[in-house]
């Protein structure tokens, strides 16, 4: 998209630096766009990391000895390749010509933004078992600041582990070199235990850095001296040989660079970047996230048929709601002990319930012009189950010795599906490619209830620790690539227990439709996950029930799933039509620049609130909330992001009522009380430029 850009005169240009040089950001286009200097700043790193070999940002030990002083005296060539007009990618291999043995660095330069993505790949090319690798550490790198001695923050989130503070953002600052801060996943699931972003910055500016490795990951920051420090980052445990032709490749790292004294802006560089090259496309066209329902609040999992699922998707095509997904979860398979969690391992349909299998269901959704979205779980396998009995030479048993708090595992029977068996990936592609085909699956809802590190380290050999689990990413991405070339049209969502697998890996194969299962019952909660997940990317989803407005406002981003429980009653019907067409024509703002306009805690006294900027579309969304402990009846709030020469218009939504009017510097600078309705309550104030403030958005709903 694009946008109108502003051009103000010099002299008026360095007034407003002056005045506002933590507001002012360039209106172009979809998002806030990078400057020439951080342009530059990236591309000087990207010659001197990878073009010229002066500093290599990586490490790994072979037979004994530093990458660092290897490659020097290894056999190199280079190669870049225009991938497309905003993609060039520098390709470096080196080979040790006496064991044959091969690492190749493929960097890729996004050249519309000031970012650069790497892996690594190593490979037996010889005839013999390679010498031992290890410590592979696709990060190694500082950061400098131009102050010495000025401070160094970082910025990061906690991961998602069902808790009121999944996601929370988190700051502090790194000191002296006496102290070290390290961040880990937990279990194997990438955003389980710490998100796989960071925000490192110091006064002048900072570095966006990311992980992209859906397994486990450790990053470290240490402060070496005065005005440096040193970031590594990679598998936590590899210590492997390579067997004849056998290669792995290590986690990625994605980095960028950012100016300023406001680490917001690296933010909304990085959600931007994400937006554009690390998101799905859908036929070729950048993916759009669901408004779906859902019947299960209304029917147990274990309870749907196809009969009842057909009648209530009846019931609410009559009513007309403006719904685009029909969402069936777990429990359309054959059961164990009528218990769906029990009989993961089933993969067809249960032929009592749904004995013309899940066609029946998709075809109804897509009479209506809905998508279908359906659920699976392929990775954990239950006793008892198809899969169990017939395909045991590609499980993983459950270790005996895991710790207590996932010892569950084991006495439930959890199995893992080994998708470092390439015969196993095989299998699974062949498997849910016709579910997709034969049911019309739109979405494919991709779960993971289990800790899968456990698995990969069990009976793990000396010489070959993080092999399976290196494998077994690989499978993972394999799997997904084939499912998604087969069927160009399909979406994946990738659940993990809600939140578990965000990195950007697979934020390029697949969207975040649940963020957290922390689920609906706890409004703070989920506002602190929005805020929290909001600032590190663009997509993903949450939702509840539209009649109660302070936790439905609570979850929504770009992707809602609406529960079915207000459709017994007429009237409450009448309420939720307008909620659900109100999120519809708002949604598309959420996917812009995201700024906090308060702090974030999860106390129920005082107001949280944000915005959402779409530069290209001159307007933007406030969502404040108003706790129930708080004596105030407006918040005074302050603008990010706008045209310092425009005049916007701010309308509440919920009574179509003009709050104020005003230039975008006297909303940024100055600010405006915007009024709160009672307590436990969820405000929604849309802006536009006054000359295009009537809109449809500003209709009464």
Known sequence: ???????????????????????????????????????????????????????????????????????????????????????????????DPKQQFEVRLVATHYTDFPAVEWVLHFKNIGDQVSPILKNILPLWTSVQTPIEGGPFDLRYALGSHNRSDDFQLQTTRILDASEGLNFSSHGGRSSDGHLPFFNLHHESGGVMLGIGWTGDWTMRFHRSNASTVNVVAGMPRTRLHLKPGEQIRS?????????????????????????????????????????????????????????????????????????????????????????????????????????????????????????????????????????????????????????????????????????????????????????????????????????????????????????????????????????CRRHPHLLIDNCASGGRRIDFEMLRRSVVLWRSDMGLGNPIANQSISYGLAHWIPLWGGGGNPLDSYRFRSTLGPAAVISGTALGDPNRVAACKPAIAQYRDLRHLTEGDFYPLTTCHLRDEGCIAWQYDRPDLDEGLLQVFRRANVSDDSLPLKLRGLDPHSTYTVIDLDSSDEITTASGIELMSKGFEYPLAGPDTAMLYHYRESEIANSKITTKR
Request: hydrophobic share 40%; aromatic share 14%.
């Open 251 to 483: 986690p990625a790292i994605l980095l960028s660079f950012w100016d300023g004294d406001d680490p917001i802006r690296g933010h909304n560089l990085q959600r931007a970047l994400l937006r554009k090259h690390f998101s799905p496309l859908i036929d070729g066209q950048p993916a759009k996230l669901p408004i779906a329902m859902s019947p299960h609040a209304v029917i147990p999992f274990e309870k749907i048929t196809e009969q009842n699922v057909l009648e209530f998707i009846d019931r609410v095509a009559a009513l007309d709601l403006p719904v685009e997904t029909w969402w069936i979860d777990t429990g359309w398979f054959t059961m164990v002990d009528n218990h769906w969690a029990k009989s993961v391992g089933n993969f067809e349909s249960d032929p009592v319930r749904f004995p013309n299998g899940m066609k029946p269901i998709g075809d109804a959704a897509h009479s209506l012009g809905w998508r279908f979205l359906l659920w699976q779980e392929p990775e954990r396998v239950m006793p008892g189950t198809w899969f169990h009995e017939h395909h045991s030479q590609w499980l993983i048993p459950p270790p005996s010795d895991m710790p207590f708090p996932v010892k569950y595992m084991y006495e439930d029977g959890f199995h893992l599906l080994d998708l470092s068996d390439a015969d196993a990936v095989d299998w699974l592609i062949e498997t849910t490619s016709q579910l997709v085909a034969d049911a019309g699956v739109d979405i494919y809802r991709n779960d993971c209830n289990i800790y899968p590190s456990y698995y990969w380290q069990k009976d793990e050999p000396a010489d070959r620790v993080g092999m399976r689990e290196s494998q077994y990413v690989a499978g993972l991405y394999r799997w997904i690539d084939a499912l």
């Open 1 to 95: 998209m694009t946008g109108r850009r502003k051009s103000p005169t010099a002299a008026s240009l360095a007034w407003l630096i002056a005045l506002l040089s933590t507001f002012f950001t360039t209106r172009v286009s979809f998002a806030v766009v990078p400057s020439e200097a951080e342009l530059k700043r990236a591309d000087d790193w990207i010659q001197s990391s990878f073009v010229s070999g002066a500093s290599y940002p990586f490490r790994f030990d072979y037979d004994g000895q530093s990458s660092a002083a290897l490659l020097p005296t290894w056999e190199k060539s280079q190669t870049e390749v225009r991938l497309n007009e905003n993609r060039l990618q520098h390709v470096t291999v080196f080979r």
